[in-house]
């Protein structure tokens, strides 16, 4: 599976969009991008996933960049709910074994 | 989204003692789940993929006869670790599939202290 590059940490402005970037240059053509998240000391949530095209759900939108070597995790309004690592996985669409990285540890801010 | 249950949330224990750890889906067949270890500060890592009516299949560099995985029916993993030590204090999730590729489902997760 591609190996990921994300920023450490992050904060962003409660009410404010939070932008979440992931590098994956070394990704292939039948890898996946997916987004979880961990609360503290709470287990990992799914967030969103999509392989080319730009996914939205209730949760986030996910940005793929044409050349799918990076991609944004876009949290529209920010809350303080959602402090929290978030991770960004790179893998094929076959089996569930998921390889965490360090992720980004995002703080919103009142 | 689908549930998986935990249970111990936490447990504290003397060292050299065993401790179990199960993983329950509450509302999905799972014929494969994992078993995840995080340290404090630190990721997930994923020891262990446990497979309904067979072995589990083991990550390298983690010890199959100190982390020992059942997972005898559709909806419980079991994860046993034999004879604990300090360095095995930790946070153990557990997580499981419906069967569709991508989509995991996450226990909230047992923290594992060994005086």
């Known amino acids: 599976d591609a190996k990921t590059t994300q920023p450490p940490s992050m904060d962003c402005a409660e009410g404010r969009a939070a932008n979440l970037p992931c590098n994956h240059s070394t990704i292939s053509g039948n890898e996946y991008v997916y987004w979880y998240r961990q609360i503290h000391s709470q287990g990992p949530q799914y967030i969103i996933h999509?392989?080319?095209n730009n996914e939205t759900n209730e949760m986030a939108s996910l940005i793929i960049t044409e050349d799918r070597k990076s991609s944004t995790l876009i949290l529209p309004h920010a809350t303080l709910r959602d402090t929290a690592v978030y991770y960004c996985?790179?893998?094929?669409?076959?089996?569930?074994?998921?390889?965490f990285g360090t992720g980004t540890s995002l703080t919103v801010i009142p | 989204g689908a549930v998986v249950s935990q249970h111990p949330s936490w447990v504290i224990c003397k060292s050299g003692t065993s401790v179990k750890i199960e993983c329950r889906s509450l509302d999905f067949q799972a014929t494969t789940m994992f078993w995840y270890r995080q340290f404090p500060k630190q990721s997930l890592m994923l020891m262990a993929t446990?497979?309904?009516?067979?072995?589990?299949?083991?990550e390298q560099g983690v010890e199959k006869d100190k982390f020992l995985i059942n997972h005898a029916s559709l909806t419980l993993s079991t994860l046993t670790v034999t004879s604990a030590h300090p360095e095995d204090s930790s946070f153990y999730i557990c997580s499981g599939g419906r069967g569709r590729p991508g989509e995991l489902f996450f226990g909230e997760g047992s923290r594992l202290t060994v005086l």
């Open positions: 996985i790179v893998k094929r669409n076959t089996g569930n074994q998921f390889y």
């Open positions: 446990s497979n309904e009516g067979s072995k589990a299949t083991y």
């Open positions: 999509g392989l080319k």
